[in-house]
Nanobody
């Protein structure tokens, strides 16, 4: 069973940047597609970005495509979410997740393993 740990998160002013990381307990580069989701208070969990296990191809939600970048460091079993030009509406708990397939997955029910979540707050 893959365990995911997400340090980071925090408070940042609008227009600022933040990088989230997600460390996996085992090697994921040949087994799992990795995704980031977020959930704001009173809202459903929504897809943010995904990176496939082979080729490193990525896909991002329209709301973040021009501002967020997902990447992975296979040597460290770690996935990153670089968030630039943050907006107050980006405030949410951010979760990383792992799915045992090699394709783009954008719905939370496709993912088997989840991190504990990290709070990101963007002040105006």
């Amino acid at each position: 069973q893959v365990q995911l740990v997400e340090p980071g998160g925090g408070l940042v002013q609008a227009g600022g940047s933040l990088r989230l990381s997600c460390a996996a307990s085992e090697r994921t580069d040949r087994s799992y597609t990795m995704g980031w989701f977020r959930q704001a208070p009173g809202k459903e969990r929504e897809f943010v970005a995904v990176i496939r296990w082979t080729g490193g191809s990525t896909y991002r939600a329209n709301s973040v495509e021009a501002r967020f970048t997902i990447s992975r460091d296979n040597a460290k079993n770690t996935v990153y979410l670089q968030m630039n030009s943050l907006k107050p509406e980006d405030t949410a708990v951010y979760y990383c997740a792992a799915a045992p397939f090699n394709r783009v997955g954008t719905t939370s029910n496709e993912y088997d393993y989840w991190g504990q979540g990290t709070q990101v707050t963007v002040s105006s």
